[in-house]
């Protein structure tokens, strides 16, 4: 039951200032175990780096670039942890 709550789907958005956050997230991905699946001009699919009897489509991050904003898709833990480290690089950065 646990593991149907992780992948629960989910989304967050934050503004887009540059692509500095954007290649921040993506090096997070890679750095938790993904690799990238697909892309298409706006859309990057990422999917877990496993055998596939272990992997879920529900575990894949989407990631949609739009002119003023990222949206990013996926299960409930990752996107928290995801989340966690755009809020904590904003903030470190506004300190500098």
Do not use: C
């Amino acid at each position: 039951m646990f593991s149907v709550i992780m992948v629960t789907p989910v989304e967050f958005r934050f503004k887009r200032k540059g692509d500095r956050f954007l290649y921040m997230l993506v090096e997070r991905i890679y750095y938790l175990g993904y690799i990238q699946d697909s892309q298409a001009e706006k859309i990057i699919i990422f999917k877990q780096k496993l055998p596939s009897w272990l992997r879920w489509n529900e575990g894949n991050i989407v990631i949609e670039k739009y002119d003023d904003e990222v949206l990013v898709k996926g299960g409930l833990f990752i996107l928290a942890n995801l989340r966690r480290f755009i809020q904590k690089s904003a903030t470190s950065s506004s300190n500098h």
